[in-house]
């Protein structure tokens, strides 16, 4: 299945603005990061130590925060927009 | 009116349409870019969901205080120092509830609303914390 993923501020300039991964089978929002940071050499900027997601690293699945789905185990389905973002600070 | 745009807006139009019959004060909050030792400043957003969480914001405004009008405009790309940011315009009968809400939308955006701001210097840039 296809994941877009779609990443701003200091993600975009690590990851690209906008790109589509494939994954295969049943797919968490966990193994979707992987395989983004992969590539990339980035898994620090979004895990710590312990392999949590950093406090302010921001995951969106369909607009809404992971924490209030299933945080990192979220099951994605194809077409999910994933968005990967730091803390706001725009005005 | 809720807007993302790269370009610069019309203040003096927009108090203009603020003016409605039953206003009896128009209060503006206009952002710009400040000197703090940067050349530019670039500012960036998630718009589709920074469209939809500035009109929620918009309608809490609306639904809090006695209001006449309620804009919000806040730009993206590359922009200077003293350039506009944002602006937000807010009618009321009473200056009381104008003034009210104009903080309201500011402090709320600040938190919630996906932008993000990097400052350009002579040697790169830095993401501004939120």
Redesign the interface.
Known sequence: MIIKV?A???F?EAFGKEQDIELDGTATVMDLLTELCAPHDAHDMIFDESGMIKK?VNI?VN?RHIQSLSGIKTELAGGDEV?I??????? | MIEITEEDFKIGELIRKAKHPDAGAVVTFLGIVRDDEIVGMEIEAYTELAMQELGRIRDEALGQFDLTSLDIIHRTGTLAVSDNILLIVCGAPHRKDAFAACEYVIDELKERVPLWKKELSEDGGRWVDG
Do not use: E, I, Q
């Open positions: 779609k701003f501020a200091r975009r302010y969106l607009g968005a973002f730091p803390p706001v600070a725009g005005g």
